[in-house]
């Protein structure tokens, strides 16, 4: 069964700094990865979709990578701003035909002014 | 493009009393259709997929039920709530192909009193 882990739990950096956030996965036979943000009180936004055949993809300020073999990904949020607050979601699809996500817990981010 | 909607944003209900969820999604045609509940302090829980209209997988036992009476249209129901299903219950759908995006609506927070 995967198993989707992130740390930090939280995260707490002054404004303009470079951060990265972590994810990791178990089964490594992954179709791909995305990465979300969650707003308090908010649905999901998606941020980045990595395919299984990529290493990376970029959005802006933010980057991530993808690394099946070692079974991680991170999410790179340059320049980080007030406005990036939020609770960051990795999540991978299952095999299955229905394409379910399995989400770890989450990364707490906050964006001191 | 496409949209997902989803109503009402908030709800507080009785226990005991039914449960009508319901979830919409515009510009795209066969979906596979989510429900998922985020408990306080806790990760994304599947609750109920479905790949096709009327075809409901469930990952979970519990008070809950689904319906998909049209294509796009998901229904997460309940005939008697329970204090424990108090949560914040998000709708999502993502496309037929293996390397599909999922998209998340803006999420219902169900208090059951």
């Known amino acids: 069964k995967q198993e989707v882990t992130q740390i930090p739990a939280a995260l707490s950096v002054p404004e303009g700094e470079n951060l990265v956030l972590n994810c990791s996965f178990t089964d490594s036979a992954i179709y791909n990865l995305q990465w979300f943000r969650q707003d308090p009180g908010k649905g999901l936004t998606s941020l980045l979709l990595i395919q299984s055949s990529q290493r990376e993809q970029t959005s802006g300020r933010l980057n991530a990578s993808l690394d099946k073999s070692s079974g991680r990904s991170t999410l790179y949020i340059a320049a980080s701003q007030p406005g990036d607050s939020a609770t960051y979601l990795c999540a991978v699809p299952n095999s299955g035909s229905a394409r379910q996500l399995t989400f770890g817990s989450g990364t707490q981010l906050t964006v001191l002014p | ?113």
């Open chain 2, 1 to 113: 493009s496409q949209t997902i909607h989803q109503w009402p944003a908030t709800l507080v209900q009785p226990v005991g009393s039914p449960l009508s969820l319901e979830c919409t999604v515009e510009g795209t045609s066969n979906p596979n259709l989510y429900w998922y509940r985020q408990a306080a302090g806790r990760g994304l829980q599947l609750l109920f997929y479905s790949v096709g209209i009327g075809q409901i997988s469930s990952e979970v036992p519990q008070n809950l039920s689904a319906s998909r009476p049209q294509d796009r249209q998901f229904i997460l129901s309940s005939k008697k709530l329970l204090l424990s299903d108090s949560g914040f219950y998000l709708c999502a759908w993502s496309g037929q192909g293996r390397n599909t995006e999922a998209f998340f609506g803006q999420g219902t927070r169900l208090t059951v009193v």
